[in-house]
């Protein structure tokens, strides 16, 4: 017997999601579509909690992008809310704005510098470094040691277990140094949050009689019974390849969801905590999702070595782990591996959007559509 679908696609993340409504939209390929978790969405899940109110389980998503492309392609599952992500930082018992820009420094320290006089002031105490490699070399050659001590040393021991100089400069490069006063946390063209949340723009986007969803279903408990002719794999490469090169590292957190009797809690979406608590970081979600509720529901991220892979962990040991792994995976005929985990990157939403639209048109030159010749 032929196989009963064309595609068998493991994970209902971005990753899988995208590449189903491609498959199954452009195409007219049929997809059974499959993930362990009892929701599509990935991390970017978001539901209405006992209160009602619409929290993300997997911690904040603010969705940003520079690329008009996947903002239409996305655009054609949701209607958007335009929305600035802001963020601020508790250091020295104040409340400041992070990415460090000129009403930071100025609040700090008590100044009333310009933007020219914080270029002066920051260069003064910048630290010379040959050459920039580590996550704190990016941070001390701009800003000095100080600065660096109050807002990145602290919260990313606590985020990944491990020193600054031990990770990947891309690590803390994602977060920019201002001497303006934009106090915006991205600074991409696009910036918004699905109107209806992302969960809705999930079902959507699958919502096409060529998909079917299993959910609930781990990839190995059917991955014998010969259902589909090729196969997208979002999930962990190591798991996939039986861990035989050893296990590649992922950072988890520990998410304590709770609401609030009150209909406010902190002045902006998420408030960093770089000096201290063990948590990273609090996020309160009527700010990102604008939904009017008499209570409010809030979430503190709590980073820890064990639990769901979240992060894969950017440092050169680890990737030549991964590289061993990507070898295999482009050695393994009718198998295609999209999203983080599957391909061990640092990716934001968007990042894997444009990556599984890549793979589909690399999937339209490989494969020839069903009913043309095969
Ligand atoms: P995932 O969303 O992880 O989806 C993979 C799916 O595969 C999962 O649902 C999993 O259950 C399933 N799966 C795995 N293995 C199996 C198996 N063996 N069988 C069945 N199913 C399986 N990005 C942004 O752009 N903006 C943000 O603000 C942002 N904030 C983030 C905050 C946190 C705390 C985290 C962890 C990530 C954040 N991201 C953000 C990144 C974003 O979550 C990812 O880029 C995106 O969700 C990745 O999509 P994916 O499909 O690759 O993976
Ligand atoms: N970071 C930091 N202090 C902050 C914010 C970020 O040290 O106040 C560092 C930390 O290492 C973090 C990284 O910069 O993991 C990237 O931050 P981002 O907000 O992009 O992390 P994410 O939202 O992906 O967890």
């Known amino acids: 017997m032929p196989p009963a679908f064309d595609w068998l696609i493991v994970g209902a993340g971005f990753a899988g999601s995208v ?51 996947i903002f239409d392609y996305l655009s054609r599952f949701t209607r958007w809310r335009p929305y600035e992500h802001r963020v601020l930082a508790k250091v020295d018992g104040m409340l400041v704005p992070i990415p460090i820009n000129l009403d930071t420094v100025n609040k700090l320290y008590g100044l009333n510098l310009t933007s020219e006089q914080l270029e002066g002031w920051l260069a003064a105490r910048a630290e010379p470094v040959d050459e920039i490699r580590t996550s704190e070399d990016v941070v001390v050659s701009k800003v000095g040691r100080e600065l660096y001590e109050k807002f990145f040393c602290g919260y990313t021991r606590k985020q990944w277990g491990v020193d600054p100089s031990q990770l990947d400069k891309s690590v803390t490069a994602r977060v920019p140094t201002r001497t303006n006063q934009d106090d915006r946390y991205f ?28 959910l609930g279903v781990d990839y190995a408990d059917l991955k014998d019974e010969g259902l589909a002719r090729r196969i997208i794999f979002t999930g962990l490469v190591d798991e996939y390849f039986g861990y035989r090169f050893g296990k590649l590292p992922y950072r988890s957190l520990r998410f304590d969801h709770r609401t609030l009797d009150q209909e406010q809690f902190q002045p902006v979406a998420v408030v960093n905590y770089p000096m ?4 990273t970081r609090i996020t309160e979600y009527k700010h990102l999702t604008g939904q009017k509720h008499p209570k409010t529901s809030i979430t503190y991220e709590y980073p820890q070595a064990e639990g769901d892979p979240y992060y894969p962990v950017p440092r050169p040991e680890n990737a030549e782990l991964y590289k061993r792994y990507e070898a295999l995976a482009m050695s393994t005929p009718d198998v295609w591996f999209v999203g983080r985990l599957a391909t061990y990157r640092y990716y934001n939403m968007d990042q894997v959007v444009g990556q599984a639209l890549a793979t589909f048109r690399r999937i339209e030159q490989a494969v020839p559509r069903t009913g043309a010749g095969e």
């Not at 949340?197 to 060529?210: A, Q, S």
């Not at 201290?276 to 948590?279: F, H």
């Open 19 to 69: 590449l189903a409504e491609r498959l199954a939209a452009e195409r007219g390929d049929s997809v059974l579509l499959i993930d362990r978790r009892p929701h599509v969405g990935g991390n970017a899940y978001d539901r209405l909690d006992a209160a009602g109110v619409l929290i993300h389980q997997y911690g904040p998503h603010i969705f940003h992008t520079n690329s008009e492309q």
């Open 187 to 214: 600074g991409d063209a696009f910036q918004a949050m699905p109107a209806e949340g992302f969960t809705r723009m999930f079902e959507r986007m699958l919502d096409h009689p060529n998909i079917t969803k299993r």
């Open 276 to 279: 201290s608590e063990d948590y």
